[in-house]
């Protein structure tokens, strides 16, 4: 089945530097989704963006699709320890299936 | 507060024994999931239910069963014919189909004693 799968699985940057995560699908998309995940907690829905959309941006985030190499990335400016957290893509296929990747660890360090 | 809880946060199961996990939302969204997660690993779907009683099974769903009684009300039960039950469960809703946003619960530790 289709599955988005992050890049890296593991990021750590310095405080006030910019991550930037990238996620590849395999099929087309309705839209893409970006979640965070916090260690043992529940994932937090950050920026969903159509498949008709190239770009979207909320706060310190900003998101990008490329339909044409099935790719999105997340990027988060300026980052903070409390950034911290894994950071899951998830794609909806025309089944309208959400279906998750492996996720990428990043770590902010102060 | 609007929200989805899920109780209890750890749950232990010994060998052979049927456990029940809850999960209950007062956003007044129609679908509710089931997701299992492993170490380090992503989510997989165990179930969903769009509308209440229905429900139907997602890409793990042997050795689970679930209901869906009330919209509010999403129960899990992890069975003994699920054989490697340790894991994190987390459960979700939406406004709509499953592509849509998805809002997620706490989540339950599963551990065998």
């Known amino acids: 089945s289709q599955q988005g799968e992050e890049d890296p699985q593991a990021l750590s940057i310095q405080e006030g530097e910019n991550a930037t995560m990238n996620c590849s699908y395999k099929t087309s998309i309705n839209n893409l989704q970006w979640y965070r995940q916090n260690s043992g907690r529940g994932l937090v829905h950050l920026i969903l963006i159509r498949s008709n959309e190239r770009e979207k941006h909320s706060g310190r985030l900003r998101v990008t699709l490329d339909t044409s190499k099935k790719s999105s990335s997340l990027l988060i400016t300026a980052s903070r320890a409390a950034d911290t957290a894994s950071y899951f893509c998830?794609?909806?296929?025309?089944?309208?299936?959400?279906?998750f990747g492996q996720g990428t660890r990043l770590t902010i360090n102060p | 507060d609007g929200g989805i809880t899920q109780s209890p946060k750890y749950l232990f199961r010994k060998e052979g024994q049927n456990v029940t996990l809850s999960c209950e939302q007062n956003?007044?969204?129609?679908?509710m999931y089931w997701y299992r997660q492993d170490p380090g690993q992503g989510l997989r779907l165990i179930y969903y239910?769009?509308?209440?009683?229905?429900?139907q099974k997602g890409d793990i769903a042997e050795g689970y069963s679930v209901s869906r009684e009330k919209k509010e009300s999403f129960p899990l039960t992890v069975t003994s014919a699920q054989k490697n039950p340790t894991a994190f469960y987390l459960c979700a809703s939406s406004w709509g189909p499953q592509g849509e946003t998805q809002y997620f619960g706490p989540g339950t530790r599963l551990l065998v004693l």
């Open positions: 956003l007044n969204h129609d679908a």
């Open positions: 998830a794609t909806d296929d025309k089944a309208q299936k959400l279906v």
């Open positions: 239910s769009q509308i209440v009683n229905d429900f």
